[in-house]
């Protein structure tokens, strides 16, 4: 009777785990093979789109004194000039604004704390962009970036082919400690082959919050309303709801430094899984409907969704490998394997390769710890969870890689 019951329970906690990676696994599945497929030729995603005349940067920032020169800086060598970079100055308490007006940029304050997180800075900078200032175009680009110098007029020719564009937006790693790399690695693995595999598949690419450029017309198809502590997923879910694909620009780069600290790592991390958690809550069903009723496009978004987070979904893969099932040790085999090849397909694409993989070495401490934050995955996934600033490291060259 006691063996049958722990086989039961034995079965219980398999079939549970199974469930919770699965779509996990599905997706970089499928996204890493995509990535590493030959590339096309740029397709035209919307047809008889006009050429770009005005296109307005918004930076949004929030004490942002340390990085805002030198973010301005990179933006005006690419742009041609600071004309048509506008910052956000959002409930800041330092001498953001000012930097900001002496590297020549145009400068609104918008103070209310009543107005917390990015996406009051987008939506404001969205207005002015369109309303005031006429432009075509507006790009998002956070104040602790530098970008490459072909960004803007690679922007602005990617804007004729589709509405939306999302830049190759990645974190800096060159010279990091271990950890640091790693974490470097995972944002390169999120950011650069997930939205690369994505676009091979002929998918939506997705929105990262950094480095993401859309027309004016767009905001009249779909109002900009995305305020949660994950406003970029928020808004993309928006944009795949009116039918809107997002096009990805492999080759203009945006970078910014990875968080100084454990604490501000955990910080954000928690931050993008709970507000991802939030989403799926109150957006899933509602996806789920639509790809039932006739929307295929939307099962990639679902999967996503769905997904554990990778160093979580690694946890899990080992519990079930020490399972005594057969069955379920086969699946957590083939799961680690799928998980391998993302990450040596990231390592892959990487400006430093050995250093990488030397750095993997350290993984499973890595993979505990994200096992650890699960009580702050749940907090931040709650209705009352708030946007925090994360400190990262400052970026003092543009990092890139071209082995592609």
Same mark, same amino acid.
Do not use: W, Y
């Given at each position: 009777m006691i063996h049958e019951l722990t086989l039961t329970l034995v079965w219980v906690v398999g079939i549970t785990l199974v469930a919770l990676t699965a779509a996990l696994l599905l997706e970089l599945l499928l996204v890493s093979v995509a990535a590493i497929l030959p590339g096309r030729k740029p397709n035209q995603l919307e047809h008889n789109l006009p050429a770009i005349q005005s296109l307005t940067v918004i930076?949004?920032?929030h004490n942002?004194?340390?990085s805002i020169v030198r973010c301005i800086e990179s933006i005006a060598a690419s742009a041609g000039g600071t004309e048509n970079i506008l910052v956000i100055?959002?409930?800041?308490?330092?001498?953001?604004q000012q930097f900001a007006l002496n590297a020549g940029a145009n400068v609104f304050v918008l103070d209310d704390p009543n107005l917390p997180g990015k996406g009051y800075a987008l939506a404001k900078g969205f207005d002015l962009a369109f309303r005031e200032y006429g432009a075509d175009a507006a790009m998002i680009l956070d104040a602790d970036s530098t970008i490459s110098l072909d960004?803007?007029?690679?922007v602005r020719e990617s804007l004729s082919r589709a509405s939306v564009v999302q830049c190759h937006y990645q974190a800096t790693s060159i010279g990091m400690p271990s950890r640091a790399r790693l974490r470097a690695l995972a944002f /390169?693995?999120?950011?650069v082959i997930r939205p690369r595999g994505r676009k091979r598949l002929g998918l939506s690419c997705g929105i990262f919050g950094n480095g993401f450029a859309l027309r004016a017309e767009v905001l009249g198809r779909v109002r900009y309303t995305a305020v949660s502590i994950v406003e970029d997923l928020e808004f993309h879910l928006s944009l795949l709801n009116a039918g809107i694909r997002t096009d990805f620009?492999?080759?203009?780069?945006?970078?910014?430094?990875?968080?100084?600290?454990?604490?501000g790592e955990r910080t954000q991390s928690a931050r993008w899984e709970g507000g991802r958690l939030r989403i799926l809550m109150s /957006?899933?069903?509602?996806?789920?409907?639509?790809?039932?009723s006739g929307r295929p496009s939307l099962i990639e978004p679902i999967i996503d969704l769905m997904g554990a987070p990778i160093g979580i979904g690694v946890c899990f893969l080992f519990i079930l490998l020490v399972l005594p099932v057969t069955i379920l040790r086969l699946y957590a085999v083939c799961g680690f394997a799928i998980v391998a090849l993302h990450v040596l397909v990231g390592v892959y694409q990487g400006p430093d390769r050995k250093a990488d993989l030397i750095a993997l070495v350290s993984s499973p401490f890595y993979v505990l710890s994200k096992l650890a934050m699960l009580p702050a995955i749940f907090r931040a996934g709650g209705r009352r969870a708030n946007w925090v600033r994360t400190s990262r490291a400052t970026v003092p060259q543009q990092e890139r890689s071209d082995k592609r």
């Open positions: 930076v949004p920032s942002e004194e340390s100055a959002h409930n800041c308490d330092d001498n953001t960004l803007i007029p690679k /390169r693995c999120m950011n620009i492999e080759d203009a780069v945006v970078s910014a430094g990875v968080p100084q600290t454990s604490t /957006r899933g069903p509602s996806l789920f409907r639509q790809f039932l």
